[in-house]
């Protein structure tokens, strides 16, 4: 995860290798240097409760990775189901692509980047579902 840069707010919580970060009461830009980090912001994690479509299911699995609450073999290989079962009903090109990137980031244990494709399929999920609903 070389090179990631987080811009926060003041107050801002981040997850970084399990620990809790708050920022102070003003705006900071950290560069994150260490490769493989496992970095949350947590204003965007989902709470368990939230987790209540197939694509939050999935994100959250590799949340909990990076959280430091799951173990990453078993996190990867759900996440590497899940994301098997979300290429049955998002079989557009743009969906494919996003979950081609999600499965090669989850093959080598890239779970941040990985979280960030899946989470571009968020805003799909939710249209889809209105649709059926």
Not at 15 to 20: A, H, P, Q
Not at 25 to 32: E, F, G, H, P, S
Not at 48 to 75: F, H, S, W
Not at 101 to 109: K, P
């Amino acid at each position: 995860m070389s090179g990631l840069i987080l811009k926060l707010r003041p107050g801002e919580r981040i997850l970084i290798n399990g620990v809790v970060m708050e920022n102070g009461d003003r705006r900071a830009k950290l560069n994150i240097l260490t490769e493989n980090a496992n970095v949350l912001r947590l204003r965007d994690a989902i709470h368990p409760d939230e987790a209540n479509t197939p694509v939050r299911r999935v994100c959250y699995i590799a949340q909990m990775v990076l959280a430091g609450e799951a173990e990453p073999a078993k996190g990867r290989a759900q996440l590497l189901s899940g994301i098997e079962q979300l290429s049955q009903v998002f079989t557009d090109v743009d969906s494919r692509s996003v979950l081609s990137v999600a499965t090669e980031n989850v093959l080598a244990e890239r779970f941040y980047p990985a979280l960030k494709a899946l989470r571009c399929l968020l805003a799909r999920e939710q249209r889809l579902m209105e649709r059926v609903g």
